[in-house]
């Protein structure tokens, strides 16, 4: 019976993913929809990533943070959305065991970074805002690398962890997957080993993660207010909090879903209203992004016009 049970616990070598919904004409509506908004993502960031590097004008470190957000959201999107896309028109929605690993790690990796490039963006403002005159001399191109270089390092590192431990849980012949990528909620109660280590760590680490960043991002933001409110002139301060108002609208939607998807049990919450929530990060977020920026930004809109214009 023994050698019974190790055939039931190596038996998934691959795993279907249910998706959203098995009415075709469903299916066709969400493809066209998730497409579409797909292509406008990666345009609007590409066009990010384009404007700010051939602009000296916007070679400024938030900017070139800015341009690494965009890179990010283009991973991120990249990691769910295409797999996602395929599934929809196919018949057998399967991804691999080592494919289901690989998305869940560049999920959370990228994830991670965006917390740390959100949280160093933030830092960056208080020193533009609070230290002014201190500015070229604490955010120098070295201190920008350094600081952009160790987001994405660290967050390759954070998805380390979790993505061990979830491949290392035992899956026995079920493997379907209530969702629409590997995330780790569904994964977690698709195993039949004892989770309970696995689900402590991943809590902890995320919650160090977010509230870690979160932390620095509200105490930047604190003392950028402060610095605001000092200004004598009404026009003042709005120019200065404008320079803020984009990252604090793209911290406010990125930080709102992540908690609410992760610093929770998502354990008794309905998959239907998961895959919403994970919607709203993985496909729409990563547009918002360049709409923010491009809306409310006055020095990448007209290096945008210029640009246009030239060619």
Sequence with gaps: SSFQEMTNVTAVLEFRLLGFSSNPHCQILLFTVFLAIYILTILGNMIIISVVTLEPRLHSPMYKFLKNLSFLEVCYTTTIVPKMLANLLAKRKTISFAGCMAQLYYFISLGATECYLLSVMAYDRFLAVCEPLHYGVAMTAESYTRLAVGSWVTGGFTGFLPCLLVSRLHFCSYNLIDH?????????????????VTEAVIFILSLLVLSSCFLLILASYLLIILSILKIPSASGKRITFSTCSSHLMVVAIYYGTMISMYVRPTYNLSSELNKAVSVLYTVV???LNPVIYSLRNKAFKKALEKIVVRH
């Design 285 to 287: 977020t990563p547009l």
């Design 180 to 196: 629409f990528f590997c995330d780790i909620s569904p994964l977690l109660k698709l195993s039949c080993s004892d989770t309970t």
